[in-house]
């Protein structure tokens, strides 16, 4: 019984195993094919994605392959427009010379015809002539030898009455030619230093890095404009054009100060009212040792030695200074030169005669300052340092202000009439324009409590400052007013000139 026990049991136990195996077999195969299944289902997802994908780039593609065949299109197109105009313009260039040639023919045949014309009456007068001629002679009787030998002999009894008036003639012509010989010879001693000449100009241009500078410059409000102007005594003007600043004052000195202090401030990054007189300021002070350098140069050109300093500053001075536009210092070195040469002609002493020259127009750098024209402030200045009397002399009389009493004088005259004529010299138009302009300055500097007045705007402004502690804003009102009567009564000038009278109040302190 046992044994059937432990037989069925056994029987149960292997029948049970093999249950147990099969069914975890099955599970392996269900999860095997749930795997496959998922990894069906991925690689689908997967051939999905890569096709849109695929599809992206491929539109992308086409996108950028329309957008390329575009712009080749537009710029065959503009090629085509380009080769169009060109066409155009030879079309146009071809009717013109097809008119140009038409016309050509034209005139060819009338000059043709009138070559034929002209050749049929020349024709027709020497027939003329040739039987005239004939008919002379046969009415006179005479060859034609014996009629031309009657001719001379007659014209040779008239003539001989007028041999006399003849040699009156050449003598006369002979006298012409010698006095051109010496003219001749006065030019070629004159030919000896010969200078170029520029006009000057009453605007100058400061480059500016970007036009954003331009907005820096004119400041909030315009304030940093008004400084720089008040303080200058210049227009700056701020336009459209594009990288450039312009200047104007008709004072090339005053012009000049400007320009570099606008550059310094320009570099400088800093604008501002206090910056920009601190820079006016240092801009004076270094315009003041341009101005004596400019005067060593000048006399060592001319070949001045032993000059006082000031007048040495003067003669640097006039470098700034115009007459006609003719820059004055220039003027004043070719005058000395060719003084000198002509003195050496007349067998004088060069060094004083290019010494009388170079100062001559001294006068000119200090007449606004001083009363009387520039030859009697000249005169008075190389007196009062020490000059010669012919080289006083010469500055006081070389425009025949006095009798000339020294042979100086007269060279000096007579150089500075060369320099003045050379072709382009001079313009009056621009020195009767600064004159006026000194002149209009002049009536509202003679105000009390007038620091300084600038002309600008070519002369149809004056701009007038005054001390705060002077004038009030009322008595500002009333000088204004008298400004202009003075203005109206004593100068003559077109249109209207605006006056503002600028006052301003202001405290500084410094934080130590």
Known sequence: ??????????????????????LRKGSAYQEK????????????NIAKEEELKGKERLLKNREKAEKEISEAREKVRDKELALEKKAAQHREQEDGIRKKEQMLQATQTKLAQRAKVTETRQKELDRILSEEQELLHRISELSKDEAKELLLTRLDRELSDEIGAVIMKHESKVKEECDKQAREIIGMAVQRYASQHTSETTVSTVDIPSD?????????????????????GVDVIVDDTPGVVIVSAFDNVRR???????QKLIQDGRIHPSRIEEIVQETDKEMEEHIRKLGIEACEEAGVRGLHKKLTDLMGRLHFRTSYSQNVRQHSVEVAHLT???????????TLARRCGFLHDLGKAADHEM????PAVGAELLKRYGEGDEVVHAAAGHHDDIRPDYIYTVLVAAADAISAARPGARRETLEKYVRRLEELEAVACGFPGVDHAFAVQAGREIRVVVDSGQVNDREAIKMTKDIAQAIEESLTYPGEIKVAVLRETRSVEYAK
Not at 1 to 22: C, K, L, P, S, T
Not at 33 to 44: G, N, T
Not at 256 to 262: F, G, H, M
Request: net charge negative; no cysteine.
């Open 371 to 374: 009363e009387g024209g520039h």
């Open 212 to 232: 954003e500078m331009k907005g820096r410059i004119i400041g909030r409000e315009g304030r940093n404009i008004r400084a720089f102007e008040k303080v200058t």
């Open 340 to 350: 000198g040469l002509l003195a050496q002609q007349l067998g004088l002493d060069e």
């Open 33 to 44: 094919d749930d795997i496959l299944k998922q990894a069906r289902i991925d690689a689908e």
């Open 1 to 22: 019984m046992e044994f059937v026990y432990a037989a069925i049991a056994g029987v149960v136990g292997a029948a049970g195993g093999f249950f147990f195996d099969r």
């Open 256 to 262: 000049e100060v400007a320009k570099l202090a606008l």
